[in-house]
């Protein structure tokens, strides 16, 4: 796996309640990824990015919704979600690690 590949992975964090959450009780992150990224790729990424270390990492693909636009009839992009397990005792803060990267 290339870093290049690697830095484009993860597309951005999933900010809601439930993967607040997440974060609190089970020490889980969400994240929209490229839909073609693999487990490994993911993991790769987030030690890589995040300087975390990652137990395990589950993959979801979302079906866009169908949506109208007055007559004619429209569907939003599929995207893929992952669901990253940190190992016990680490810790993920996504506004510092924003700060890093600028």
Known sequence: MNQ???MQVILA?????KSNLLA??????????LPNAT???????VELLFGVKVDSVSTI???????RFGKVMGKRQDWKK????????QELDLESAAARAE
Do not use: D
């Open 4 to 6: 290049q590949r690697l």
């Open 13 to 17: 964090p999933i900010v809601s309640e």
């Open 24 to 33: 609190e009780k089970r020490s889980q992150i969400a994240f929209k990824v």
């Open 39 to 45: 487990k490994p790729e993911i993991k790769a990424a």
């Open 82 to 89: 992952a669901y990253v397990s940190l190992m016990p005792g």
């Open 61 to 67: 693909q979302v079906k866009g919704k169908s949506k």
